[in-house]
């Protein structure tokens, strides 16, 4: 019994050395991201600011783009747990639809242009290292099922399919945030349009509320 006590937190010490390594390389790396953009990285300044070798930081990075997408889980799951929180509390899709994009511009200013626009170009690349799922995505997930639940409680069209809105939603936030000009208030004025398109598309009635709006 002794002997696999002894086994086993000499396991979980390894495991825990492990993780905090890969934290320290995932850290560094993006300080770097952030300053050279991800083409430009070095390498070399990545694994000397983490105090690793080079191939410790392949062994947990086979690549830079896997990088990024450690950096997406990772913030993802947080913002994730905020969204939560929020959904928790009285609401409706047209709000759940505005603080998605204000978590999104959240994450814009926590990662930076450069490194935003690295990350996102990733979800549109054919070459990225793995098949990414949107059901890999807590946020896509949530909003999925916020939007099922407002077709069930008939708020929206009946024949609405809530995977696919919810994925065209995230990836026109994304688009828009990568293409539109540096203009805050340029910025703000697409997507607020954005976020009223789509919810002309889902809700009946909505459209000639918009109609009226506009005449």
């Known amino acids: 019994m ?27 790396a993006i300080v770097e991201f952030r300053r050279a953009g991800t ?3 070095d390498i070399n300044a990545i694994v000397r600011a983490a105090g ?12 830079k783009e896997h990088v990024l997408l450690e950096l997406i889980r990772r913030d993802e799951l947080q913002l994730a747990d905020e969204l939560g929180h929020f959904l928790d509390t009285r609401h409706d899709l047209p709000a759940v639809l505005k603080v998605i994009v204000e978590s999104v511009l959240a994450l814009e200013s926590r990662w ?3 490194l935003f626009h690295d990350v ?8 990225r290292p793995e098949r990414e ?18 077709r069930i409680r008939g708020e ?16 026109g936030v994304y688009a828009l945030l990568t293409t539109v000009g ?34």
Do not use: C, M
């Open 133 to 150: 799922q949107w059901t890999n995505h807590p946020i896509f997930v949530l909003l999925a099922a916020e939007i099922e639940r407002s």
């Open 182 to 215: 540096e203009s805050r208030a340029e910025r703000d004025v697409a997507l607020r349009k954005f976020v009223t398109s789509t919810l002309r598309s889902l809700r009946p009635g909505e459209a000639y509320e918009a109609s009226k709006s506009d005449s």
């Open 156 to 171: 929206l069209y009946e024949d609405v399919d809530s995977y696919h809105s919810a994925a065209f939603f995230l990836l």
């Open 2 to 28: 002794l002997h696999n006590e002894r086994v086993s937190n000499s396991a979980t010490r390894r495991e825990t050395q492990r993780q905090e390594t890969r934290a320290r390389v995932l850290d560094a």
């Open 52 to 63: 690793v070798a080079r191939s410790t930081f392949y062994f947990h990075f086979p690549t």
């Open 112 to 114: 930076g242009s450069t």
């Open 120 to 127: 996102i170009s990733l979800y549109f690349s054919p070459t």
């Open 39 to 41: 083409n430009a990285a």
